[in-house]
């Protein structure tokens, strides 16, 4: 942990996306934060990434620097599942290993979900320690995603199940 | 000065229809006067092979109309050529020009599928995927209850790439796993459907 004031997790406002607007593209990230070779997503397209179907997200400060954003998704709760988005400064993995956790475990607890998904291109997330530690990978789409020329780039997908977080017996009760 | 076009009115602009056309099935471009038919067949039983969703919209015929509809650009009637009856529907979901991959879904009156020779609009259709629209792969995915039913099919054409445990419930409200599976253009043989005398038109 840099410095000596706490890094903290605080909602997300409006004037996020300006420095979401400069990282997309270079940071690491999940699937929803993805684009295309050489895309130049609008405002629009962002906010609507930010705040579409998008029931709680935070984001990661330092004093007042952002450097992450971590985003419960696409929530399907008669089935207990949602996805787990993630925008991350590739150099604060250290920082960062406790806030997403304690993220997952506010969304375990807030949320009644049986599990959390997430897909990542092969090239564009490595797995934050907490989260390798629990995840597990349900199998990956070849080739999936285009990277320029012939070039075609492998898909991640994984799954966090409530009872392999927590440490409990298998089960799918959202509880 | 009014202005003139420059080409009789009655000439078509923009791409032409696409017919498919075997020896015992015919596709159509999806058209509203389908859909009472496919509305009946997911009526009579959920037989859905490969839907994308598990969840089934409410039965009413509007409301699943409008579900059809948004579910694709690319969506084709089914329709047996004996008797002329709308037997199911082909349709090309969450398609990625960028990455030229596209997902498939099926809807078919099971009781024609258990004949066997409506493979042919499967045939078909992923003919029109790869070779016309030049999609790279295409993706199947599906409820492990479906998986053991199309089993032999899927082991013949297909790569199982993911799967969801315990993903979505079924119609009786267990957890079920839900699969990708999925077929890329180097498995497809371009000349199958010249060879089995089925015409793209």
């Given at each position: 942990?840099?410095?000596?004031?706490?890094?903290?997790?605080?909602?997300?406002?409006?004037?996020?996306?300006?420095?979401?607007?400069?990282?997309?593209?270079?940071?690491?990230?999940?699937?929803?934060?993805?684009?295309?070779?050489?895309?130049?997503?609008?405002?629009?397209?962002?906010?609507?990434?930010?705040?579409?179907?998008?029931?709680?997200?935070?984001?990661?400060?330092?004093?007042?620097?952002?450097?992450?954003?971590?985003?419960?998704?696409?929530?399907?709760?008669?089935?207990?599942?949602?996805?787990?988005?993630?925008?991350?400064?590739?150099?604060?993995?250290?920082?960062?290993?406790?806030?997403?956790?304690?993220?997952?475990?506010?969304?375990?607890?807030?949320?009644?979900?049986?599990?959390?998904?997430?897909?990542?291109?092969?090239?564009?997330?490595?797995?934050?320690?907490?989260?390798?530690?629990?995840?597990?990978?349900?199998?990956?789409?070849?080739?999936?995603?285009?990277?320029?020329?012939?070039?075609?780039?492998?898909?991640?997908?994984?799954?966090?199940?409530?009872?392999?977080?927590?440490?409990?017996?298998?089960?799918?009760?959202?509880? | 000065?009014?202005?003139?076009?420059?080409?009789?009115?009655?000439?078509?602009?923009?791409?032409?229809?696409?017919?498919?056309?075997?020896?015992?099935?015919?596709?159509?471009?999806?058209?509203?006067?389908?859909?009472?038919?496919?509305?009946?067949?997911?009526?009579?039983?959920?037989?859905?092979?490969?839907?994308?969703?598990?969840?089934?919209?409410?039965?009413?015929?509007?409301?699943?109309?409008?579900?059809?509809?948004?579910?694709?650009?690319?969506?084709?009637?089914?329709?047996?050529?004996?008797?002329?009856?709308?037997?199911?529907?082909?349709?090309?979901?969450?398609?990625?020009?960028?990455?030229?991959?596209?997902?498939?879904?099926?809807?078919?009156?099971?009781?024609?599928?258990?004949?066997?020779?409506?493979?042919?609009?499967?045939?078909?259709?992923?003919?029109?995927?790869?070779?016309?629209?030049?999609?790279?792969?295409?993706?199947?995915?599906?409820?492990?209850?479906?998986?053991?039913?199309?089993?032999?099919?899927?082991?013949?054409?297909?790569?199982?790439?993911?799967?969801?445990?315990?993903?979505?419930?079924?119609?009786?409200?267990?957890?079920?796993?839900?699969?990708?599976?999925?077929?890329?253009?180097?498995?497809?043989d371009p000349t199958l459907v010249e060879r089995l005398g089925l015409t793209r038109r």
């Amino acid at each position: 942990m840099s410095g000596g004031t706490p890094l903290e997790l605080t909602n997300v406002q409006p004037s996020d996306l300006t420095w979401i607007s400069r990282v997309v593209g270079l940071w690491q990230r999940s699937g929803r934060w993805s684009f295309a070779l050489g895309a130049t997503p609008s405002p629009t397209k962002l906010s609507r990434l930010l705040w579409d179907d998008v029931p709680t997200q935070q984001v990661a400060r330092e004093d007042g620097a952002v450097f992450a954003l971590l985003q419960l998704a696409r929530p399907e709760l008669d089935d207990g599942i949602a996805k787990l988005e993630l925008l991350l400064a590739p150099d604060r993995f250290s920082d960062l290993d406790p806030l997403i956790g304690e993220f997952v475990a506010r969304m375990f607890h807030e949320y009644p979900l049986r599990k959390l998904c997430m897909t990542a291109a092969a090239d564009e997330l490595e797995l934050p320690p907490c989260l390798r530690a629990t995840v597990r990978w349900a199998g990956c789409l070849t080739d999936h995603r285009h990277r320029g020329g012939s070039r075609y780039v492998d898909w991640n997908v994984y799954e966090i199940w409530r009872h392999a977080w927590f440490g409990s017996e298998s089960g799918d009760e959202a509880s | 000065m009014s202005w003139v076009p420059s080409r009789p009115m009655s000439q078509t602009y923009g791409p032409t229809p696409v017919h498919l056309q075997g020896r015992w099935v015919v596709l159509e471009p999806l058209r509203r006067d389908h859909i009472e038919s496919i509305h009946c067949i997911l009526a009579e039983e959920p037989m859905t092979l490969l839907w994308p969703r598990s969840h089934m919209p409410s039965f009413e015929l509007r409301t699943l109309e409008n579900h059809i509809w948004q579910m694709a650009t690319l969506q084709y009637a089914v329709r047996e050529r004996s008797q002329g009856r709308v037997i199911g529907l082909m349709q090309g979901t969450d398609e990625s020009p960028r990455d030229r991959t596209i997902g498939l879904g099926i809807v078919m009156d099971s009781s024609f599928w258990r004949r066997g020779w409506p493979v042919e609009a499967l045939l078909l259709f992923l003919d029109f995927l790869f070779e016309v629209r030049g999609y790279r792969k295409v993706y199947f995915e599906m409820l492990d209850s479906t998986r053991r039913r199309a089993a032999g099919i899927l082991d013949l054409w297909t790569r199982k790439e993911v799967t969801f445990t315990r993903h979505h419930r079924n119609s009786l409200g267990e957890y079920e796993d839900w699969h990708v599976f999925s077929m890329g253009h180097r498995d497809w043989d371009p000349t199958l459907v010249e060879r089995l005398g089925l015409t793209r038109r």
